[in-house]
């Protein structure tokens, strides 16, 4: 199985719909092609760990890649991981009305069962948001 982490800046003009919107269609898609992972947006920017079948995961990240919706795509990790590390898909999403600190607690537990470098990365983004 092929895993990859990457982050990318958001577009502009990108509202809470379209992140809602995005998150349907890629349950929907990840479900049918075998793919787990994590989502987490800030409004700014969107982190992803892909998770699955190789040519799955790298179909789904060439889509990504030319979506306009994300800009500067830069791939963080790449591996081959023996079993999964997120059994379902699942998004967090900060806006205004959740408490930061209740935020970072989430992705943390989002990611506990991750292997400790793409739980540092991701624990790292929560934390430079609630720090922002």
């Not at 982490?5 to 049918?32: F, K």
């Amino acid at each position: 199985m092929l895993q990859i982490v990457y982050v990318s800046s958001v577009r502009a003009n990108l509202g809470t719909r379209d992140i809602s919107d995005i998150l349907t269609v890629s349950r929907r898609n990840n479900e049918r092609d075998g793919i787990t992972g994590l989502l987490y947006s800030d409004g700014g920017r969107f982190l992803q760990v892909l998770e699955g079948p190789q040519a799955a995961v790298e179909a789904t990240f060439a889509r990504i890649s030319k979506d306009a919706r994300h800009r500067a795509t830069v791939i963080l990790a790449r591996a081959t991981i023996s079993e999964r590390q997120f059994g379902n898909w699942a998004m967090a999403h900060l806006h205004d009305r959740v408490a930061r600190d209740v935020f970072v607690e989430r992705v943390h537990a989002m990611v506990a069962p991750a292997s400790p470098a793409v739980r540092a990365t991701f624990e790292g983004f929560a934390q430079a948001r609630r720090a922002a």
